[in-house]
């Protein structure tokens, strides 16, 4: 891979727009949609930014994982864990799992009109 291409990768991770990662790059502006579309499609060049992806996900914790610690906080059993941390950890679950909404929702009335087949325009 060149330089150049390797620019385009790390901007087009960046912006995750192809004309702008290949204006970053250098390509003139006149092909820079045209290079863009080129340069995804070498193979080098998609094993690069999947692999700079899925390391990226990698990073970020997923919806499980984060009530599974919050559910770990909430009844952890360790004296270090105060009461307003395991309340905070309820009421987090809490509003994930929408306990906190209001159940009484009250119906709207059903409008009907009759005779609508009389009106004039």
């Known amino acids: 891979m060149t330089q150049r291409q390797k620019k385009f990768c790390e901007n ?8 702008e990662a ?4 250098g390509y ?18 998609k094993e690069y930014i999947s692999g700079k992806t899925t390391k990226t996900m990698d990073k970020i914790a997923c919806n499980e994982e984060i009530l599974e ?21 309820a009421e987090l679950l809490g509003k994930n799992q929408s306990l906190f909404t209001d159940s009484g929702s009250v119906e709207k ?3 009907v009109f009759y005779g609508e087949d009389k009106i004039l325009d």
């Open 69 to 89: 610690y919050l559910t770990n906080v909430l009844r952890s059993t360790d004296e270090s864990v105060v009461v307003r941390d395991k309340m905070r950890a």
């Open 12 to 19: 087009y991770l960046k912006t995750n727009n192809k004309k």
């Open 28 to 45: 003139s502006e006149k092909n820079a949609n045209s290079c863009g579309s080129r340069l995804l499609k070498i193979t080098e060049i």
């Open 109 to 111: 009335p059903m409008v």
């Open 22 to 25: 290949a204006l970053a790059a």
